[in-house]
């Protein structure tokens, strides 16, 4: 439960993504679970995919016909609540916000996290996309099994760095 653990239950998260058949093209999967006064990744989006209606502590908002799955949200929310997701064959393609350093590397495998912490799988970095304009936060492109969908959240970070 959300409200006891910080947590969400399978039937929120998966509230947040659209039905599969979107999914053929990257599209931003907002997990945005609290109503907080914060609009970063509606105003970072160059297509005006993301609407906050005029009350900010409203939860965002996303139109899948507009979203082209960049990642410049992803990078832009500091609560860290946007991923990038697309279905391809088996497989998930994935954006994921990092902020530690060292960055991962393309090639390397990485163990995968669900929101509780815990390990589900291993994924692979296919892309690292670091900029200035991203303020020192990857953009990391993982694969992982299309079984993770609603699962794989982010990364460990790897002991020692
Ligand atoms: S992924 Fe890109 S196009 Fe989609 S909502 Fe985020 S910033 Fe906008
Ligand atoms: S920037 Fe992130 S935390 Fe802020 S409203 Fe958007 S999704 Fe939520």
Same mark, same amino acid.
């Given at each position: 439960?959300? &409200? ?6 399978? !039937?929120?998260? !998966?509230? #947040? ?6 999914? &053929? ?12 006064? #914060?609009?970063?990744?509606? /105003? ?9 209606? &005029?009350? =900010?502590?409203?939860?965002?908002? =996303?139109?899948?016909?507009?979203? /082209?799955? #960049?990642? =410049?949200? +992803?990078?832009? #929310?500091?609560?860290?609540? =946007? ?24 090639? &390397?495998?990485?163990? +995968?996290?669900? $929101? ?12 690292? *996309?670091?900029?200035?304009? *991203? ?5 990391? *492109?993982?694969?992982? !099994? $299309? ?11 790897? *002991?020692? $760095?």
């Amino acid at each position: 439960m959300i &409200e006891k653990n910080g947590v969400p239950s399978k !039937e929120l998260i !998966e509230s #947040c993504f659209p039905d599969q058949i979107v999914l &053929e093209k990257p599209k931003a999967i907002i997990e945005c679970y609290k109503e907080i006064p #914060c609009n970063p990744c509606s /105003t970072s989006c160059p297509f005006d995919a993301i609407f906050i209606p &005029e009350d =900010i502590n409203v939860r965002p908002l =996303i139109d899948y016909d507009k979203c /082209t799955g #960049c990642g =410049i949200c +992803v990078y832009n #929310c500091p609560g860290l609540a =946007i991923t990038v997701r697309m279905l391809k064959g088996d497989k998930v393609e994935m954006k994921i916000p990092y902020e530690f350093l060292p960055y991962p590397e393309k090639g &390397e495998k990485m163990n +995968v996290m669900n $929101r509780s912490g815990d390990i589900i799988t291993q994924g692979e970095v296919t892309k690292v *996309h670091i900029t200035e304009r *991203h303020n020192k936060t990857a953009l990391v *492109h993982l694969e992982v !099994e $299309r079984e993770f969908l609603y699962d794989a959240m982010t990364v460990e970070v790897k *002991h020692g $760095r």
